[in-house]
């Protein structure tokens, strides 16, 4: 069996990966000139992190990888007081397998790049027309000199991201939803930065009308940042639009201090509308599957993006072992049955919760705070770290 997958980021170089480890013909076409991912640090949850460790990925995962002490610790936005944390290490793994991980973005990109044979990923190909009958499904692409090259395959999946080219294919086209909300993004170099962001502890600051983020990466030579702020008259959607550094220093300046020292480190920032979609009614048409932010793009207060993706990888490829070429759509259809309910929950969680992140001061912010305060994170996070895509399939 082929399969063409359309998207060369974290969920489409994954599916690749899973697919050809169960024996399948995966090959990736990527528009972009070269693999790169943009953008920074992402949290790499148990369940991201379990099925890339049984596809023999743990090792190289946790060489580049920071491990978590603590998780979710959320404090306040006035002196840094601790509301509430989320003990990891030992008690995550005894719990659901794994650590809890927070990586460079570009360094998991490159992991699975490297897991994947020469030529399996075709960089400069971008999908110009899709179309699909009862034997199979021909995709029409052009590089950058406007070369014009056919494919066909069995199977099709869009693991092209919130503006998906294979989408159209399946589902009817609505725009994405503005937030209101953007982001800054830094990384700061360690031997700049404040000792309490150095540790293994990914941190959350909570204040009237925004929220502030920091973490480890890459084996904590870096600090990854993340402010999430009301957007104003910006709606850039890209992960490579300049922002200012004093702009992002103004959103924080009557916070407590220690946030100041950590933006005044930084040398850039990097400024990001965030935009969604709502829940699709349907992933798949015939032989053609959409995956990732493709079929489900959300806002990044979960922290579930590219684990969601990870999953969709999973589950699809349990499908795929053991369909024929007459039977593609129907292990496409079950792919869709078993993952879009989960991923959509995931997907409408995540949108709203920075009303809870960024309550004025007040009753409502005390009620918050003290709800932090009584809850068992860890155990709480079982829906999203303790679920088992690959049961899944026979459950």
């Known amino acids: 069996m082929k399969i063409a997958i359309v998207g060369g980021g974290l969920g489409g170089l994954t599916t690749a990966l899973l697919l050809r480890q169960a024996g399948l013909d995966a090959v990736v076409y990527e528009q972009a000139a070269e693999l790169r991912e943009v953008g920074a640090g992402i949290v790499v949850g148990p369940n991201m992190a379990r099925p890339l460790v049984r596809a023999g990925l743990g090792e190289r995962l946790a060489s580049f990888a920071v491990a978590l002490e603590t998780a979710w610790e959320f404090r306040r936005w006035q002196d840094g007081r601790v509301l509430s944390s989320q003990p990891m290490g030992e008690e995550c793994r005894r719990l659901y397998g794994t650590d809890c991980y927070v990586a460079h973005r570009a360094d998991l990109l490159d992991m699975l790049r490297r897991a994947l044979p020469d030529g399996v990923v075709r960089t400069d190909r971008r999908l110009r027309e899709l179309r699909q009958d009862g034997d199979g499904v021909e995709l029409s692409l052009t590089d950058s000199g406007g070369r014009r090259t056919t494919v066909v395959a ?145 806002l990044p207060f979960f922290g579930q993006g590219a684990a969601q993706a990870v999953e969709d990888a999973v589950v699809l490829t349990g499908c795929l072992r053991e369909a024929t070429g007459a039977t593609v759509a129907e292990a496409l259809a079950r792919y869709e049955e078993i993952r879009r309910p989960r991923a959509s929950q995931v997907q409408l969680m995540s949108r709203g919760r920075e009303v809870q992140n960024h309550l004025p001061d007040g009753p409502a912010q005390a009620e918050r705070d003290a709800a932090l305060a009584a809850g068992d994170p860890l155990k709480q996070s079982a829906w999203l770290y303790g679920h088992d895509a690959e049961g899944a399939l026979t459950g």
């Open 154 to 298: 069995d199977a099709v999946i869009g693991a092209d991201g919130i503006h998906s080219a294979v989408r159209p294919s399946v589902a009817e086209e609505e725009p994405p939803r503005f937030s209101g909300l953007c982001a800054y993004r830094c990384l700061v170099d360690a031997r700049r930065a404040p000792e309490l962001a150095l540790r293994r502890v990914q941190t959350l600051w909570l204040g009237p009308g925004r929220h502030f983020v920091h973490y480890p990466i890459r084996d904590r030579e870096l600090v990854n940042i993340v402010a999430i702020v009301p957007a104003g008259e910006w709606r850039v959607e890209s992960w490579t639009a300049d922002g200012r550094l004093e702009d992002l220093a103004a959103e924080f300046e009557t916070w407590d201090p220690r946030l100041g020292r950590l933006i005044g480190a930084a040398t850039e920032t990097k400024r990001w509308a965030l935009y969604d979609r709502g829940p699709l009614e349907r992933w798949t048409s015939g032989r053609v599957a959409l995956l990732g932010d493709a079929a489900h793009s959300m």
